[in-house]
């Protein structure tokens, strides 16, 4: 079996505030909306922000919990990119949650929820080669 994912689809309670959160926050362009669902087309995957009850339906698994253990990241080609990303996702409704700063690991990180709690970790790492279509080869 191809080691891949396809689509990541997040459980969203107003789509209209999610749009502006990834629309004005992250500059990206919507391939596909309509009332419960709201796609994007990323670097060789698709992103579905989904009205969360419609999920739930879809899904035949009524309760989902947000936040959830998980985090996306959204990595930058420079250090000096993560903040300014940060600062729009927070004018677009994010949250912060942890303020940039260089791990232990190296590199440079911070993390903004969105507005139904996803959490998002912008990031820098120099180790990680990103193309010109974003694509992440992941180094050490």
């Not at 362009?29 to 669902?37: A, G, K, R, S």
């Not at 930058?76 to 942890?98: F, I, N």
């Not at 820098?124 to 193309?131: E, G, Q, S, V």
């Amino acid at each position: 079996m191809q080691q891949q994912i396809s689509v990541i689809t997040i459980g969203i309670k107003d789509l209209p505030r999610s749009r502006r959160f990834y629309v004005d926050g992250f500059g990206w362009t919507p391939v596909f909306e309509n009332e419960e669902i709201i796609f994007y087309q990323m670097n060789g995957l698709v992103l579905g922000t989904f009205a969360k009850a419609s999920l739930e339906t879809d899904m035949n698994r009524p309760g989902l919990l947000t936040p959830g253990a998980f985090s996306l990241a959204h990595n930058v080609t420079e250090r000096e990119d993560v903040v300014p990303v940060m600062d729009k996702l927070l004018e677009a409704g994010g949250r912060l949650l942890r303020k940039a700063d260089a791990p232990p690991h190296g590199g440079f990180r911070g993390y903004v929820a969105d507005p139904d709690d996803h959490a998002w970790e912008i990031a820098w790492n120099p180790a990680w080669r990103i193309d010109d279509r974003g694509l992440v080869e992941f180094g050490l």
